[in-house]
């Protein structure tokens, strides 16, 4: 029997599972829904940016998800010979079946269900092998649904928004796109967050409490964000790709800055770096151990001020006659929506993040922190562990700095 300390896949690891999935076909459902409904109304050019966009998200995460899939066979290949692994069943079997559904579009999907599928097996049968393995794919389906999720939503709201406050009038497929697009990106952020820590004990995995603050904050500063894009793109249509340009580009330099080795090679780190630099774009996503409060109030400080020349670039340059309807509320809702989002933020780190909860004080400056000797422990106990899960574990769940590590021992010392 596993103790309390011990990994165990539950029936909440299961239900984020479930509802990921739920959230990418509801995704698929909501991109055709609209796309159909441009072309049937004679919207030709918008229906063909729309899919476009859905084309282009799709093949940036199956490219992600086949160098993955293709880079991990030989470590998994090794492991196999010591450790018994669970056999992923996927249709068509083997690397050139993979490399087939890749190409049709479906690799993620099916690697998607075959997760799911196992991780119901180990559910059923307490297999700590199958769960290592379970979780070695779940860490990699979490991180493609959030780059799913941010390329193809984001825009898409976007130009929804622009669509709508253009045409000064919002249809039904409209409505529903936005409402699920949005809830689909912060469920993302938060399933992503939950998916690093499942690696975790169970005393360090996100309760229901913690989980809801992290979804709200999410959706509340995402909203205002992709709101304020859009408000920009419709008085200065031309420019809204230049300044998606000039705010990508620092993203990318500050991606590169912090050394990351996620990749197997170095034109595929390019890439996710470059696809860090879009998610930043939208929203706030750790990817190097550091001090992340300190990242976090340069982030967040930067963004206030680009939504402000955003939004007030659209003010001083609207139609008064035919925004009067809204301006007033927007200008509240934008930046109390962010407010609010950092405040619920900042109760989650103070009150309800796991080390909190669970009587372990941080003593860094580090927003997510975990014990050094914790984490090496958990690494060591598996023999199977995703290294891209190690490298984002560590991100959020930083070791201490050497002067921290000598007042603890220094308070150690009195007590």
Not at 95 to 103: E, N, P, S, T
Not at 308 to 325: E, F, N, Q
């Amino acid at each position: 029997m596993a103790s309390g300390d011990e990994f165990r896949f539950s029936v909440v690891d299961l239900i984020f599972i479930w509802l990921g999935l739920a959230t990418f076909l509801i995704d698929v459902g909501t991109d055709v829904w609209v796309v159909v409904s441009f072309f049937l109304a004679g919207d030709y050019f918008w229906g063909g940016t729309v899919l476009f966009l859905v084309l282009l998200c799709s093949a940036v995460v199956q490219l992600f998800s086949w160098c993955w899939f293709v880079g991990d066979q030989d470590e998994l290949k090794r492991l196999s010979s010591s450790v018994r692994l669970p056999e992923l069943k996927t249709p068509g079997g083997g690397d050139r079946g993979m490399g087939l559904l890749h190409w049709l579009q479906l690799g993620f999907l099916v690697r998607y269900v075959a997760a799911l599928e196992l991780g119901f097996q180990v559910y059923k049968g307490k297999d700590t092998t199958g769960f290592q393995y379970a979780i070695y794919l779940v860490s990699d389906i979490s991180m493609l649904r959030l780059f799913e999720t941010i390329f193809e939503s984001a825009p898409q709201l976007t130009l929804m928004l622009y669509i709508i406050i253009q045409k000064n009038r919002v249809e039904l497929y409209q409505y529903f796109s936005i409402v699920a697009s949005f809830l689909s990106i912060a469920w993302a952020v938060l399933d992503f967050h939950q998916s690093l820590r499942t690696s975790l004990s169970d005393k360090m995995r996100l309760r229901f409490k913690s989980a809801v603050s992290y979804f709200l904050c999410n959706l509340l500063l995402i909203c205002p964000r992709i709101v304020s894009i859009a408000l920009f793109a419709t008085i200065f249509r031309h420019y809204a790709l230049l300044h998606f340009a000039l705010i990508w580009l620092p993203m990318f330099f500050w991606a590169w800055q912090q050394g990351t080795t996620f990749m197997n090679s170095l034109p595929e780190e390019v890439f996710y770096r470059g696809t860090v630099a879009v998610i930043l774009y939208f929203i706030w996503l750790n990817i190097s151990e550091g001090k992340t409060k300190i990242r976090q109030i340069i982030y967040h400080s930067f963004m206030v001020v680009d939504c402000g020349i955003l939004v007030g670039s659209w003010w001083l340059y609207r139609d008064p006659v035919l925004t009067a309807a809204y301006t007033l509320q927007l200008l509240i809702a934008i930046p109390s929506s962010y407010f609010v989002g950092i405040i619920i933020k900042y109760i989650y780190y103070k009150y309800l993040h796991p080390t909190v909860t669970t009587h372990r004080a941080l003593t860094t400056d580090e927003t997510d922190s975990l014990q050094e000797d914790g984490f090496r422990s958990i690494c060591e106990s598996r023999p199977l562990i995703n290294k891209r899960m190690k490298i984002l574990s560590n991100s959020f769940y930083s070791p201490k700095p050497e002067e921290n590590r000598l007042d603890s021992k220094i308070e150690e010392t009195k007590i």
